[in-house]
């Protein structure tokens, strides 16, 4: 589970994602994205999800955006109250990921790109600042992808009990800004990745083939 390079995969490259039916029934992680978020990159970030973390990941179907959540002082969207309702989902899966468009904060940050329970069952990201570079204007398609599928694995590895990680060349680093974001690597350090091999061993979660051997 050591990728090579940091290039975004794309659903094609993976053939387990819509064929795995040698597979249990459902994945270990089920991506939704609620409200208005493209297909292309639900897929690029499931097939992301699924070759880096190693698990089986399903696309559930689409939901409406998170109103609920809506905060009419601050115009965003509470993170916490998604993550919230997001693990009360009758699906199957043991960890649920959620994709929005909207903006999300939590009390204490003016904006998160993505928030999770660590060591729980929901994750979400919010793809509404990562389409923007720092400076202003929009960054390209393929960065954008880049840095869906980088805030998706390191809010879904939290869930795995992961946590912040110094290692310059790791997910887990903290990155204040999208343009942090693009220095990441998408994968995990060797601490990191030998802690998420453990935190499957304790869940008792079953990875998939390394279809790179
Ligand atoms: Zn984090
Ligand atoms: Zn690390």
């Known amino acids: 589970m050591s990728p090579v390079n940091t290039r975004v995969r794309t659903p094609t490259e993976n053939p387990a994602i819509s064929n795995h039916t040698s597979l249990p029934k459902h994945g ?35 939901r409406q955006t998170p109103e609920f959540a809506f905060s009419d002082q601050r115009k965003q969207y ?41 060591g729980g069952r929901a994750a979400v990201v919010s793809l509404h600042r990562l389409k923007q570079k720092e400076e202003g204007g929009g960054v390209s398609l393929d960065t ?6 980088k805030v998706a694995l390191h809010e879904v590895a939290h869930t795995f009990d992961l ?4 290692q310059p060349e790791c997910i887990m680093r903290l990155s204040s800004g999208p343009g942090d974001l693009d220095e990441l690597p998408l994968f995990f350090c060797e601490y990191c990745e030998a802690f998420l091999e453990e935190s499957y061993r304790r869940y008792g979660i079953q990875k998939l083939p390394d279809w790179s051997q």
């Open 78 to 118: 509470h993170a916490a109250l998604i993550l919230k309702k997001l693990a009360e989902s009758r699906r199957p899966h043991p960890r649920i990921l959620a994709l929005v468009s909207v903006d999300l904060f939590i009390p204490i940050l003016t904006h998160v790109f993505g928030e999770a329970q660590i």
């Open 28 to 62: 270990v992680v089920g991506v939704l994205r609620l409200g208005s978020v493209g297909e292309a990159v639900v897929k690029i970030v499931a097939a992301n999800l699924q070759e880096i973390l190693q698990l089986p990941v399903d696309i559930l179907p689409a």
């Open 144 to 149: 954008f992808y880049e840095r869906a599928a």
């Open 163 to 166: 946590v912040h990680c110094k």
